[in-house]
């Protein structure tokens, strides 16, 4: 596969989009926030996403230079309606005010509707790790197509919905989790499909709710299995309390819509943590914490304990220094692009 460095491939990416109508805010949001999935490892979130994105512009899907506006709010509340924005922007701003409100109030949370894909969920809440506070992020997809059946079903009702919390600590590596309540991200079945690599048992059933590996099957009337195996009552029922806060509390309601456009709805809040204690006595615990479990001997087979966060850190250094696999599928769809929007060769893609 290509190998890439991250500011060529922000630089491609952001180009192409430009090219598809994005203003120059937009298109690095967009950009910068996918290259920064591929850099944590979470490739079913990075540049792979691109064309598709490009793909809903043309559709009228996503609407470039949106503007994003407020529907209701109150001191430490905000509704915002994206517009049919990108998703990578829209929501950077609604956690940004979200962050200013908990500066005054200490405690403060929004819901975004009518948005495009907001990508990888953690970039969120480490905004507001960033400042100092704790902050959590829920999405869902509102009534576009759903990928994961209910436990105990064969066809699909839930989304992927995703929950993402960042701590602040004094750890060198973020403490975050970002996780999917399905056994799997949608993104990461494309993945395999365009590295034509099976995938593990487990993470998808075919249209007759069979178990399979292959992960062509998923397109042809499969579903993703919810997260916890043979306990996935437990990822269903997670994925069934973000489909309230993301899709009924925003009004985006739950179904199917026919169109099939996407609509990603979001819940966040974020809580000052020097109204609990004093952050830095708080940053200082979450470190000591971290440590502790780390520091457990591993068990027969793992190369030891990595608190949250920590697996993504590790990666991001990796690639930062040796550039980012891209997979030869992505790379030729990029490279497709540039030729259509005729910037093979300022992108120096020939």
């Not at 990416?13 to 926030?33: F, Q, R």
């Amino acid at each position: 596969m290509p190998i890439v460095h991250a500011d060529r491939l922000t630089r491609i990416g952001a180009a192409l989009l430009k090219a598809a109508g994005a203003t120059e805010e937009e298109a690095s949001a967009v950009a910068v926030g996918c290259v920064n999935a591929n850099l944590a490892g979470h490739d079913s979130h990075g540049v792979i996403a691109i064309p598709t994105y490009i793909d809903r512009i043309k559709a009228g899907h996503i609407v470039p230079g949106a503007k994003w506006t407020i529907v209701r709010e109150s001191p430490t509340t905000t509704v915002i309606d994206g517009h049919w924005g990108f998703g990578f922007h829209v929501n950077a701003k609604a956690m940004a005010l979200t962050i200013e409100k908990a500066k005054t109030a200490n405690v403060a949370a929004c819901t975004v509707f009518r948005q495009s894909h907001v990508g990888r969920l953690a970039a969120y809440p480490l905004m507001a790790m960033r400042a100092g506070m704790i902050g959590i992020a829920a999405a869902d997809s509102g009534r576009s197509p759903k990928h994961v059946a209910p436990f105990g079903g064969r066809e699909a009702r839930l989304g992927t919905n995703p929950i993402s919390i960042a701590v602040p600590s004094d750890l060198e590596a973020p403490f975050y989790l970002d996780m999917a309540t399905s056994a799997v991200a949608a993104g990461k079945i494309a993945l395999s499909v365009a590295r034509g690599e099976p995938i593990p048992q487990g993470w998808i059933i075919d249209a007759e709710g069979r178990h399979t590996t292959d992960p062509t099957q998923y397109r042809k009337g499969g579903a993703l299995l919810p997260l916890g195996g043979s306990e996935g009552y437990k990822g269903s029922g997670l994925a069934a309390m973000v489909e309230v806060l993301c899709g009924l509390l925003t009004g985006l309601g739950f179904g199917v819509e026919p169109t099939g456009r996407h609509n990603d709805g979001c819940f966040m809040a974020v809580f000052n943590v020097a109204a609990f204690r004093p952050l830095k006595d708080f940053e200082k615990e979450v470190g000591e914490f971290a440590r502790y479990l780390k520091s457990t001997p591993p068990s027969e087979g793992s190369p030891g304990v990595f608190y949250p966060g920590e697996i993504e850190h590790i990666r991001e250094q990796q690639r930062r220094r040796d550039g980012i696999e891209v997979e030869h599928a992505t790379w030729d769809r990029l490279k497709a692009l540039a030729t259509d929007y005729k910037l093979l060769a300022e992108l120096d893609l020939k």
